[in-house]
T-cell receptor, first 114, second 113 residues
Framework: GNSVTQMEGPVTLSEEAFLTINCTYT??????LFWYVQYPGEGLQLLLK?????DKGSNKGFEATYRKETTSFHLEKGSVQVSDSAVYFC?????????????FGKGTKLSVKP | NAGVTQTPKFRVLKTGQSMTLLCAQD?????MYWYRQDPGMGLRLIHY???????AKGEVPDGYNVSRLKKQNFLLGLESAAPSQTSVYFC????????????FGPGTRLTVT
């Protein structure tokens, strides 16, 4: 079946540190991959996405590259800020119709200290 | 555009009471979803709809019912609330084409005592 595994948190970093949150997936077919962010007390927002192998999604200084050979979509940011403190979810979607439903990882909580 | 909105934002129920959560979207999206979010569990799909008048079960449908009488609205009902349904509920929607990204509402925090 389809599944997403992401590193368990919480992750605590100092401001300006480098961030990596690992995400690997198992999927039948060719999934689209997503990172969503959830700020405290809010709903999920799409952070970035990639729809095919070797695509790089980027937004707000975050990047993730779709690696088919390692079935990974790791999230990175070169210099985190306090405002990046949130929960990050990796997700995939395979195909159309009900197959287009998102499958989420369990989320990784990031805390950035000044 | 308001995007996806949810009503109410907070609710406290006693065991056995019923309630309906309303989700509305103004993006003319075909697909709508209800999720619950519990600590350490990520998001789990309760029910979803692929269009007006249609509904389907997700991963954790027991104890919930849904209706999609209008394209822009998706209702989630709890007929007899249980403490295990204490959770944060999110609604989402997406188009029927493209890259399947979903747009989320702000959530409803439900406590069942």
């Amino acid at each position: 079946g389809n599944s997403v595994t992401q590193m368990e948190g919480p992750v605590t970093l100092s401001e300006e540190a480098f961030l990596t949150i690992n995400c690997t997936y198992t999927a039948t077919g060719y999934p689209s991959l997503f990172w969503y962010v959830q700020y405290p007390g809010e709903g999920l927002q799409l952070l970035l996405k990639a729809t095919k192998a070797d695509d790089k999604g980027s937004n707000k200084g975050f990047e993730a590259t779709y690696r088919k050979e390692t079935t990974s979509f790791h999230l990175e940011k070169g210099s985190v800020q306090v405002s990046d403190s949130a929960v990050y979810f990796c997700a995939l979607s395979v195909g159309g119709g009900s197959q287009g439903n998102l499958i989420f990882g369990k989320g990784t909580k990031l805390s950035v200290k000044p | 555009n308001a995007g996806v909105t949810q009503t109410p934002k907070f609710r406290v129920l006693k065991t056995g009471q019923s309630m309906t959560l309303l989700c509305a979207q103004d993006m003319n999206h075909e697909y709508m979803y209800w999720y619950r979010q519990d600590p350490g569990m990520g998001l789990r799909l309760i029910h979803y709809s692929v269009g007006e008048g249609t509904t389907a079960k997700g991963e954790v449908p027991d104890g919930y019912n849904v209706s999609r009488l209008k394209k822009q609205n998706f209702l989630l009902g709890l007929e007899s609330a249980a403490p295990s349904q204490t959770s944060v509920y999110f609604c989402a929607s997406r188009t029927g084409t493209g890259t399947y990204e979903q747009y989320f509402g702000p959530g409803t925090r439900l406590t069942v005592t």
